[in-house]
């Protein structure tokens, strides 16, 4: 059951057990989510991603052909996508739910970020990436670098908003031409506690520093 004032995505992020798993509670609290698929046909395949903020406003949607070797490629190329489109939009600092339906993918993803914090940047685990797509795959790496926390759960291609975008990108190309956005989540009570350091001094957002910063 969805809960009123919360995105869709949120939702499924917090539904899926995928990235609860050796994490902490704290890490669930994003502002953005961004939700992937890609497909795979003898055709051409296409590229769907879904993003938005925690409280449910839109950021962007993208539906476009593509022609991968297989599905695994196309999978990791759309995460790719979905991640280079929000990390133009989003603020530094922000943290980010990915919502993908491959199981090896969501696993990686979690295992690269908490290599990220490795020096050498030693997963726990074998990360073992499909071939053509280890690119994509330094592409997605430097995402997860670029933002401050990042997880990813694994969720049913049923529920995946970005599923029919991918599989019908010609049906759904009108998305493709929406005005580009930066939309910032609204602040909550709940986010503005776990914004706040050690010394409960509350931090503000990007867009505010910045004004202080140039009093």
């Known amino acids: 059951m969805a809960v009123h004032g919360r995105s869709t995505l949120r939702n499924l992020f917090d ?8 994490h ?15 497909s795979y046909r003898s055709d051409g395949g296409g590229l769907g991603a879904v993003i938005e903020t925690r409280d449910g406003r839109r950021v962007a ?5 593509d022609t991968p070797p297989d599905n695994n490629v196309a999978e990791y190329r759309a995460l790719h996508l979905g991640l280079d489109v929000l990390a ?11 919502l993908v339906d491959h199981d090896d993918l ?10 990220a914090d490795h020096p050498d ?10 071939t053509h797509s280890k690119y994509h795959w ?14 990813a759960a694994r969720i049913d291609s049923r529920v995946n908003p970005a599923h029919p975008l991918a599989n019908d990108p010609e ?20 986010s503005r506690e776990k914004d706040r350091g050690d010394t409960g001094r509350e931090i503000p957002p990007p867009s505010r520093a910045e004004r202080r910063a140039g009093d």
Request: aromatic fraction near 6%.
């Open 15 to 22: 539904d899926s057990p995928t990235p609860h798993i050796a």
């Open 171 to 190: 049906q759904y190309a009108h998305v493709n031409r929406r005005t580009d956005r930066c939309v910032l989540p609204h602040s909550d009570d709940r």
């Open 138 to 151: 330094r592409g997605v790496r430097a995402r997860i670098a670029h933002f401050e926390e990042l997880r």
């Open 121 to 130: 940047w030693r997963p726990a685990h074998r990360v073992e990436v499909p």
């Open 88 to 98: 133009a939009r989003a603020p530094p600092g922000s943290r980010v739910g990915v």
């Open 61 to 65: 949607r993208l539906a476009l052909p």
């Open 24 to 38: 902490p509670p704290r890490t669930h609290h994003r502002h953005f989510y961004v939700a992937t698929d890609g």
């Open 106 to 115: 969501a696993a990686n993803v979690n295992d690269a970020t908490l290599a």
